[in-house]
């Protein structure tokens, strides 16, 4: 079935450890996204990605890095985590930037 | 920048008509969308708006007044399952979304 795909579903982890959210679709979509959704703020948008081999800055980049190495693959990584960064994490793609937009079901991730 | 306004939480009966505001304040504008989200699940896309006037798809229609910065869904007989989240969202110049708080609709018998 074609779609997108978020590992971990769940993941609990202590403060100052490194994590890498996977994300991955299947559409042949040319931007790709990375949102953070806290209660009450809605989504919030931490990097972007319009084609593979390029990435940008969201509204919420700080503690946060990407790569865009292929078409398929998104990968958010926090290098080192902080509570701040609990959150729901939801990664999307559209077939073009301005595209509606397709959501994974997210990762919701706690930071002790 | 961009902000977005909408009502946080609006509650209807089956069957009835609901709508949901949302006013935007932005420094560039290519259109408004609108997704649902029901609870512990993903957003969905539901339409967009990039010029005046009203878009119907099914029960669901939405609206938008460039000149008053609003815009709105309209959702026609509601269903028990339409219970969810809808989040506005502003489309930049640069294809970039940024999304209102949401507004939590719950649908009663």
């Known amino acids: 079935i074609a779609g997108i795909t978020q590992a971990p579903t769940s993941q609990i982890l202590a403060a100052g450890r490194r994590m890498t959210l996977r994300c991955t679709q299947d559409?042949?979509?040319?931007?790709m996204y990375w949102y953070r959704q806290d209660l009450g703020l809605g989504l919030r948008l931490i990097h972007y990605s319009n084609t593979a081999g390029t990435t940008g800055k969201g509204e919420v980049p700080d503690g946060y890095s990407v790569s865009r190495a292929n078409t398929d693959d998104f990968p958010l990584t926090l290098a080192s985590a902080v509570p701040s960064q609990t959150s729901v994490y939801f990664c999307a793609s559209s077939f073009g930037s301005g595209q509606p937009q397709h959501f994974g079901d997210g990762t919701r991730l706690s930071i002790l | 920048g961009q902000s977005l306004e909408q009502p946080s939480e609006v509650t209807a009966v089956e069957g009835a008509i609901v709508q949901i505001n949302c006013t935007y304040q932005t420094s560039g504008f290519y259109g408004l969308s609108w997704y649902q989200q029901h609870d512990g699940g993903a957003p969905t896309f539901l339409s967009y708006?990039?010029?005046?006037g009203l878009e119907e798809t099914g029960r669901f229609s939405s609206f938008l007044s460039r000149s008053d910065s609003y815009g709105y869904l309209l959702l026609q007989e509601l269903q028990m399952k339409d219970s969810a989240s809808y989040f506005c969202a502003v489309r930049d110049p640069g294809n970039m979304l940024t999304f209102g708080g949401g507004t939590r609709l719950m649908v009663k018998p």
């Open positions: 708006n990039a010029l005046d």
């Open positions: 559409m042949r979509h040319n931007a």
